[in-house]
């Protein structure tokens, strides 16, 4: 890959602090989200990024867009240091950086029209006003599949999957080059699902642009994703492209989820790997490597020492050292 | 970027020119539609639609000025004269019709209630918003003000400010204003909590906006049902509080026709048959706090968020 990647991003940290105590308030612990994370998206290309709900790939999203403030570690977009930007460098950033939520119930101001909702960003950032405005925010809505005429609708006039589509008209409004697509579809009816994905496998196609996938769904992130990165308790684990993952996955809690897609085939028999016991808390993640407490393979080094995120040839990455014995 | 807009504008060159439409229905079309089909509800609302039309036209409606006081024209059968066709309500002590002064009453009551829950609007607002969008320390700040307030005893506090100041209606309102907020500003806080992390103001602040458009066009209209609410059921209490204080000499001066004042004065006449006096005045306060209590619970039906799916 010659071309630099769009973004970039180093040993992203975020820790929650956790007080306790009412007057003299002190720091007792923290919520380990995101725990030095790296990864790279290049451009045009679609990152998916998956783990079970609470290993923190929501954070990730939110870290990325500084909606939420990165505890360490760094972030690089188009060659700009993302968290050292200021207030205004960072809202003209925005620009290029944008995000599609999970719930499309609650990503929608009830009290706003839907031509406010999608002319907002065109306000804000002094792209367009007045009948300029109208005409763009008309246009919005036709490119994501609804009519011009909605923008006088408010949402709870809506479906779930029309509003999904008007978070994406919202998203594409200032012309981003990144979205984070934050579980878009898990909210939706199965139905609706694959609609939406069309529409953001389209728009892609249309305008070049660049998606960092998180959704918790192996098999739609099969079908929209080119590159595959796999999240357990605030690291990544396993990060390569879509074939090798699916096909060739090397962590055993890959293989784990893997083994859990159901098979529309039930004449088919697998040997499943079942995971047992709880993901492990966050304020007090396990020594060494992370997944050893629920690792069907795990062996005395994984208690002790952590594994070290490398690439393993051909750009397939992985955090297990019983992946590097084997090699 | 000029790529994207081309892009745009051809994708859109088929756009079929779209038939009249209706306009959207806005959640406030919605609770309007809810709110007409509650009969108590509209009751209040005609109960207190009908205390306005008094108090705008009163010296159109009222029969009698309601200062003058009849024993001077028309000699002692003018005083404390029972309910008749000539006087509804009666005359009071210095022949002044009881009816005349009720209407004029109105006046008194709506204005302390549309100011007092101004007063009270603008402070709780504002710091019930500030309170619960920044928390931290202003948050434990403004919430140990709102408890304190909550705690003090009302009369005891516009009792030390009229040992300073003459008692006016200004004075009446801007301390029931001044005492009621904390109920505001709790409402707003809370909703101001729960509002500010929801999905579109991430989304707001993900497009770029500031704190100030945040609050503005993200957060304070989604709070403005309940706060509607509870001004509504605290005018109701505002007009009682009123009417308490100038009992208790306090509050409006006479000759101002004001129903505590009345009951006042009225009270000693009760026992001895003269009713009318104080009677009249106290069902004016009922029904006037009846009606807001009415429409209030029937905004805070209406306008559940709950029902906006």
């Known amino acids: ?327 | 970027m000029s790529k994207h807009e081309m892009a745009f504008s051809s994708a859109v060159a088929k756009q079929p020119s779209a038939a009249k439409e209706p306009k959207g229905r806005s959640l406030w079309a919605d609770g309007w539609r809810r709110l007409r089909k509650n009969r108590l509800a509209m009751l209040g609302l005609f109960i207190i639609a009908f205390m306005t039309f008094l108090a705008v036209f009163a010296p159109l409606v009222a029969p009698y000025d309601p200062i003058e006081q009849l024993i001077w024209t028309k000699g002692k059968a003018a005083r404390l004269a029972p309910p008749s066709k000539e006087h509804w309500f009666g005359t009071d002590l210095y022949g002044r019709d009881v009816l005349s002064r009720v209407i004029y009453g109105t006046r008194i009551s709506l204005t302390i209630a549309v100011a007092a829950s101004v007063v009270s609007l603008v402070i709780g607002v504002t710091l019930g918003a500030v309170a619960g969008y920044y928390g931290g320390k202003i948050d434990d700040f403004i919430s140990w003000l709102i408890n304190v307030i909550y705690a003090f005893p009302f009369l005891l506090f516009v009792l030390s400010i009229v040992a300073f100041r003459p008692a006016s209606l200004t004075l009446v309102y801007v301390a029931i204003g001044f005492v009621s907020w904390p109920s505001i500003a709790r409402v707003v806080r809370g909703q101001v909590l729960s509002i500010k992390e929801t999905e579109f103001v991430e989304a707001a602040r993900a497009v770029g906006a500031k704190d100030f458009g945040i609050i503005f066009r993200h957060i304070l209209p989604n709070v403005i049902a309940p706060v509607i609410v509870q001004v509504t059921l605290g005018m109701g209490s505002m007009i009682m509080t009123e009417a308490s204080l100038t009992f208790l000499g306090f509050g409006t001066q006479p000759p101002t026709p004001s129903w505590g004042y009345m009951i006042n004065q009225g009270r000693e006449y009760l026992l001895s048959g003269q009713w009318w006096w104080s009677v009249f005045p106290g069902l004016a306060i009922s029904l006037t706090v009846l009606g807001f209590n009415l429409l209030g619970d029937g905004l805070r039906d209406a306008l559940d968020p709950r029902l906006n799916k």
Not at chain 1, 41 to 48: C, Y
Not at chain 1, 94 to 115: C, E, H, W
Not at chain 1, 209 to 221: M, N, P
């Open chain 1, 1 to 327: 890959m010659g071309a630099a990647p769009l973004l970039e991003v180093k040993n992203l940290v975020k820790h929650f602090p956790i007080y306790k105590g009412w007057l003299l308030s002190r720091q007792v612990g923290s919520v380990k989200a995101v725990d030095g994370v790296t990864f790279t998206i290049n451009r045009g290309e679609t990152l998916g990024l998956v783990g079970e709900s609470g290993c923190g790939k929501s954070t990730t999203g939110r870290l990325i867009l500084r909606l939420i403030e990165p505890t360490s570690g760094e972030v690089w977009f188009e060659g700009n240091n993302v968290l050292s930007l200021d207030r205004e460098q960072m809202r003209a950033l925005r620009k290029d950086m944008q995000i599609i939520f999970q719930d499309p119930y609650a990503s929608l101001n009830p009290r706003m029209t839907v031509g406010d909702i999608i002319g907002e960003p065109l306000r804000i950032h002094g792209i367009a006003s007045g009948r300029e405005r109208e005409k763009r925010v008309k246009e919005l809505l036709e490119v994501v599949g609804l009519s011009s005429y909605h923008a006088r609708r408010y949402p709870h006039e809506f479906s779930g999957g029309q509003r999904q589509r008007i978070g994406v008209a919202r998203a594409l409004a200032v012309n981003p080059k990144l979205i984070v697509c934050d579980e878009p579809v898990s909210a939706l009816d199965v139905s609706i699902q694959a609609q939406v994905i069309n529409l953001l496998q389209d728009l892609q196609e249309q305008y070049g642009l660049t998606y960092l996938f998180i959704a918790h769904d192996l098999s739609v992130v099969k079908h929209i994703s080119d590159r595959v990165a796999v999240m357990y308790l605030g690291k990544i684990v396993e990060l390569t492209d879509k074939n090798s993952l699916y096909q060739n996955p090397l962590h055993p809690y890959t293989k784990a989820l893997l083994s859990a897609i159901p098979i529309p085939d039930p004449t088919l028999v697998r040997e499943r790997t079942l995971l047992e016991g709880d993901v492990p808390s966050p304020i007090n993640p396990p020594s060494g490597c992370r997944f050893h407490t629920r690792c069907p393979v795990a062996e005395e080094i994984c208690k002790h020492q952590e594994p070290a995120f490398e690439d393993v040839g051909g750009g397939h990455y992985v955090a297990c050292h019983l992946v590097k014995k084997s090699q």
